[in-house]
């Protein structure tokens, strides 16, 4: 069992790891807005379908 | 065929009058549209190609406004290099004239809207970069100043049924947004250390069972020291601050036995460490740590959000006025002006500061300051009020008063005192708990020196699991868990809860206060009746008043068009005598519509006294129709009750509340509110200080007083009372000192927070019998040594988990 003298400060390097990019995360802006990017993946920025009815139906006004 | 079935404004959802042709074709679909503005937004949002937006949104979209040009001119000063100092940024790294500024956008009911403005936005051109927070409603935007204007892009947003401002971030706004940060990170950091030192405290639980070796027990005791350390340290500090905050002013907080007991378990673990004996109590520490920050952290994002209507508020009064200076015009920003200037001020316009009128007639709405829901009439010397706005005709004003000389400011100032004011009433229950809390932390040193005493070796572990079992945990949890599910519970209804004590006081409301315009009323001037005097018909004699006010922005105008709608004639020569009324020509013939008074000069025709007198009784305001002749026809205009506010008032007083309706407007318009609604004890005419010394009466006489209201004028009021709500749909500032805001249309969600309130009350005195009674036991013995910490542990989570689980409860909805 003396590896868990290796395995665990490693984990420990990977805790710190973690911690530090959690800080930097908070610090560049990542937790300003908690709930508008929940919504903003299932909206479609372009569906190509329906911008090229629209397309058609412009060009026929 | 849909037209028909869907009674619903397709755009904002509001009902569609009859008659109405407003149609846009969305979807390939025809639908319905309320009024001309949702109709453009509509159309602006379909020529845009978003279309989707329609089927994204959760929420209906605010009811559209047709443009006013007054408002675009507004727009056109945010262009001014002196006006955009105070809050854009200018980017010089890259070529161009690229500048950045932040936004405050009015109408965001669903992240549709959002999806909605970026594109709409990021399509023009000249616009590098624009991002919306959905939590806080801003936009930040990128843009090139030799490509498009800034007024473009704000006049683009208000093409699709939105409202931009430029915000500025005051410094106690940063300071809101670091401390939100900081405690993210504090929060991240306990929860990340937590789940490593819970990982090993299984690791040391097992090892308890089946024998771990000492030298790995040991090591882990070690690691665990290390891993807690910074949680003790970094995410702690607030209890620590507050602990000892509290101690300097001799008080006892919730905040001193958890200190205490985290402190203690953490002393004692880092003892044993060091010895390489006894018991280690890491993994309580980092959790009670991790789950009071939790907590913490909801608390703080609601106070935030109320912090932050106040900022918009701010942001609405006008940035810019007109300055006339030798006969000609300069826009300059309002911070500018000088006592003694000159400013001219537009129909529709704010007035920038308080001043004097030297030149023209006109009509002011006041119902900012005073509530009053009826325009005032005002001409030279008359004094207006900075933030109320002009209504008929332009006006030159003289300011006489600036920045925080004026009356804006002072009630700004008034609701600064009501609100430091409230702790004192906040205190004394914390002052109660306080107690419990010192009697707790007294038996634990009396504990420890018994064991001292008789057995030295045993007096930490003893003292420990005396902590342990009787930590706060379950006092602790007690209320805050209900609250949190009551609030959820509410919040689902529509009615939002900003502060921590709001329903334990409205549980205890023996008086509830309600203000009359906007909060039992619709706050808007409707045509409530007709009273034809002559062969005329109904629509006839609405047709011709129709047609004499088109062109008017008068809010009896607004009413008179809005209900007559359809085929509307056209009056030539119009001729409009401010505060009293209009006359022209239609179809060759003269009309007159106005106030009794103005016909009976002009026309010297007496409308009948007792009809008048009967109108006036039920608090509407009378407007007559003329011709040279005879009357035609009278217009009672009045403000509509809300859907629900009888049914509200009837349960309220069933439920043995007294309620009590104080207003700012006139005495019959009150009284007909109140003979309606079915309130018997009202006020009229009350000026901010009328009821705020009404509210500080009935306090006085031991009355616990909540206050339902909106507007500036009710805000002292509002935080003077020991629980207010506030329409959130009125004035934003008021939302901003209360306590509750309703969200929700429904009045009736009032009564279902009392009930929330009441059930919530009930459940927290379970949750503290049980958390009592169960100390009550686990105290003595472990007191007397009976229980060894681990078994304290696991006391300790059970009860908590008991008391969550009856907060849980208050989810449900009761079934009826």
Redesign the interface.
């Known amino acids: 069992?003396e590896i868990?003298?290796l395995l665990?400060p490693l984990?420990?390097l990977i805790?710190a790891l973690?911690?530090v990019v959690?800080?930097w995360a908070?610090?560049s802006g990542q937790?300003?807005?908690?709930?508008?990017p929940?919504?903003?993946i299932?909206?479609?920025?372009d569906?190509p379908d329906?911008?090229d009815e629209?397309k058609l139906d412009k060009d026929k006004k | 065929m849909l037209a028909k079935q869907d009674a619903e404004c397709f755009h904002c959802g509001l009902p569609v009058p009859a008659d109405t042709t407003y149609k846009v074709y969305i979807q390939k679909v025809k639908r319905p549209m309320c009024c001309p503005g949702c109709q453009a937004v509509a159309q602006a949002i379909v020529a845009g190609g978003m279309e989707d937006y329609y089927s994204y949104r959760t929420e209906n979209a605010e009811q559209g406004q047709e443009l006013v040009p007054e408002f675009l001119q507004q727009t056109l000063a945010y262009d001014l290099d002196a006006v955009q100092d105070s809050f854009v940024r200018h980017n010089e790294n890259e070529a161009g004239d690229i500048r950045e500024a932040d936004l405050i956008l009015e109408g965001i009911t669903c992240a549709a809207c959002i999806w909605l403005n970026e594109r709409h936005i990021a399509a023009l051109t000249g616009v590098k970069n624009i991002v919306v927070n959905y939590s806080t409603h801003r936009a930040r935007l990128e843009w090139d100043n030799e490509q498009i204007k800034l007024s473009k892009i704000l006049e683009a947003i208000s093409q699709i049924g939105y409202l931009a401002h430029p915000y500025d971030p005051t410094r106690q706004q940063q300071l809101f947004e670091d401390e939100r940060k900081q405690q993210i990170k504090r929060l991240g950091l306990a929860a990340v250390l937590g789940m490593q030192v819970m990982m090993i405290a299984v690791a040391l639980y097992l090892g308890d069972y089946f024998g771990m070796e000492a030298q790995y027990e040991k090591f882990f005791y070690w690691i665990s020291l290390g891993l807690t350390l910074p949680v003790m340290l970094y995410s702690a500090q607030p209890f620590f601050r507050t602990a000892i905050n509290d101690l300097k002013h001799g008080q006892a907080g919730m905040d001193v036995p958890v200190s205490i007991g985290i402190s203690v378990a953490f002393a004692g673990s880092v003892w044993s460490t060091f010895n390489g004996h006894g018991e280690v109590y890491y993994d309580s520490v980092v959790m009670f740590v991790f789950f009071l920050l939790t907590g913490r952290y909801f608390e703080l994002v609601a106070r935030k959000k109320s912090a932050e209507s106040a900022d918009a508020l701010i942001h609405s009064t006008p940035a810019v006025a007109m300055r006339v200076e030798n006969d000609k015009e300069k826009m300059l920003p309002v911070a500018e002006l000088k006592l003694g200037d000159i400013v001219r001020v537009k129909p529709g316009e704010i007035f920038p500061a308080d001043g004097i009128v030297i030149e023209g007639r006109s009509s002011v709405d006041e119902s900012l300051l005073t509530g009053e829901s009826l325009p005032v009439p005002i001409t030279v010397n008359g004094n207006v009020i900075g933030g109320s706005i002009n209504i008929d005709s332009p006006l030159l004003v003289k300011v006489e008063k600036l920045g925080q000389d004026t009356v804006l400011s002072g009630v700004l100032r008034l609701l600064e005192r009501a609100q430091t004011e409230k702790p004192t009433i906040t205190r004394l229950a914390d002052k109660t708990a306080g107690w419990f809390v010192l009697g707790v932390l007294v038996l634990a040193v009396g504990v420890a020196a018994y064991w001292w005493g008789h057995d030295g070796a045993a007096w930490l572990p003893v003292t420990i699991a005396v902590l342990v079992v009787t930590c706060p945990c379950a006092l602790s949890l007690a209320t805050p868990t209900a609250v949190t599910a009551a609030t959820s519970r509410l919040t689902s209804q529509g009615l939002l809860t900003t502060r921590g004590h709001a329903l334990e006081t409205l549980a205890k409301t023996t008086h509830f206060i309600f203000d009359k315009t906007g909060t039992l009323t619709h706050g808007q001037l409707d045509l409530q009746s007709v009273r034809c005097l002559s062969s005329a018909s109904r629509e006839r004699c609405l047709q011709w008043a129709a047609a004499l006010e088109r062109s008017s922005e008068h809010p009896v105008a607004k009413a008179i068009c809005h209900a007559a709608e359809t085929n509307v004639k056209s009056a030539e020569n119009i001729i409009n005598t401010p505060g009293a009324g209009l006359t022209g020509m239609i179809d060759g013939e003269q009309f007159w519509l106005g106030t009794p008074s103005y016909i009976q000069a002009n026309t010297h025709i007496t409308v009948s006294e007792d009809e008048l007198k009967r109108l006036r009784d039920e608090g509407h305001s009378v407007v007559a129709l003329a011709d040279s002749k005879r009357c035609h026809a009278l217009f009672a205009l009045g403000d509509r009750v809300r859907d629900g506010a009888t049914e509200l008032i009837t349960q309220l007083t069933l439920s043995g509340l007294q309620v009590v309706l104080l207003s700012g407007d006139h005495q019959q318009t009150v009284e007909a509110v109140a003979r309606q609604v079915g309130i018997e004890d009202w006020q009229a005419e009350c000026l901010p200080a009328d009821k705020l010394s009404a509210v500080k009466t009935l306090q006085a006489q031991g009355a616990v007083v909540a206050m339902v209201g909106d507007g500036i004028n009710d805000a002292p009021v509002l935080a003077a009372a020991q629980v207010s709500i506030a329409m959130a749909s009125g004035t934003q500032l008021a939302a901003a000192s209360a306590d509750m805001l309703l969200l929700s249309t429904d009045l009736l969600s009032i009564s279902t927070g009392r009930d929330v309130a009441k059930r919530m009350m009930w459940i927290i005195r379970q949750n503290i019998i049980w958390a009592i009674g169960y100390n009550v036991i686990a105290l003595p013995a472990a007191a007397l040594g009976f229980v060894a910490p681990w078994m304290a542990a696991i006391g300790m989570s059970a009860s908590s988990l008991i008391v969550v689980g009856n907060a849980l409860r208050l989810l449900r909805k009761p079934s009826k």
């Not at chain 1, 937790?31 to 508008?36: A, K, N, T």
């Not at chain 1, 299932?42 to 920025?45: E, F, L, S, T, W």
Request: charged share 30%.
């Open positions: 069992m868990l003298y665990v984990a420990m805790v973690m911690v959690f800080f908070v610090r937790f300003d807005d908690l709930e508008g929940a919504h903003r299932i909206m479609d920025d569906r329906i911008s629209d």
